[in-house]
């Protein structure tokens, strides 16, 4: 049994599939006895710092999308109201699965400013969440790696199959996500804030091996 509290955080394009890994994933870790909680980022619908974040991306908030440090600083504040709920789910769970986390501010602020991973944004992304904002830093990553053309199909396929669903202005701009790619591979290349492991989300997945090196 690990230790409690170990934060694994899953990121990648709009559309890689990271939910149904977290879900797979959730479901092996539970097969060794870890209890696992689970949360998601952004919180829509839950917190009004994400809710200005979507309202933002589908052009309801005049030009506040243009604002790279204006967005990114949301998506910032609404990790930092979740303090509470993360401290909690940590304390209650050997794994805290989160769906995206600080290195997605990093690697789309990065990416839209055309700046790469030792640039300045990732810098100012990591002093605002994990020291003004004393965020816990993750234990480990997992990079859910796809072509960003196959995330981009897979997002508009859960736009046409999923009741209310849009895509955004960042899901579908298809330049941005290809240099998102590139942020991505290089915080990993780095192991930025944590290891990094890279999975190719166009394979299938042994998802008790990929639990067994998370709990190690």
Not at 24 to 44: E, H, N
Not at 86 to 99: F, G, K, P, T, Y
Not at 147 to 173: I, Y
């Amino acid at each position: 049994m690990v230790a409690v509290g170990r934060l694994v955080v899953i990121e990648g394009l709009d559309g890689a599939g990271k939910r149904t890994l977290a879900d797979a994933l959730a479901t092996a870790l539970t097969a060794t006895g870890a209890s696992v909680g689970r949360l998601a980022f952004p919180r829509y619908g839950e917190d009004i710092h994400a809710d200005l974040v979507r309202d933002a991306l589908h052009g309801e908030l005049g030009d506040l999308a243009d604002s790279v440090h204006g967005m990114a600083l949301l998506f910032a504040l609404d990790r930092r109201s979740a303090k509470n709920v993360i401290a909690e789910l940590l304390q209650a769970n050997d794994v805290l699965l989160a769906d995206r986390y600080i290195a997605s501010n990093a690697a789309y602020g990065a990416a839209r400013l055309r700046q790469d991973a030792d640039g300045e944004f990732v810098a100012w992304v990591r002093a605002l969440e994990l020291e003004r904002f004393a965020l816990p830093a993750p234990h480990a990553h997992l990079l859910l790696r796809v072509p960003p053309d196959v995330a981009a199909a897979r997002a508009r396929h859960r736009e046409r199959t999923e009741t209310g669903r849009r895509l955004d202005s960042f899901e579908s701009d298809e330049g941005l996500q290809a240099r998102c790619a590139r942020r991505y591979d290089e915080l990993a290349a780095r192991d930025w804030l944590a290891p990094w492991h890279v999975v190719d989300g166009t394979l299938p997945q042994d998802m008790a091996v990929l639990a067994k090196t998370l709990l190690r």
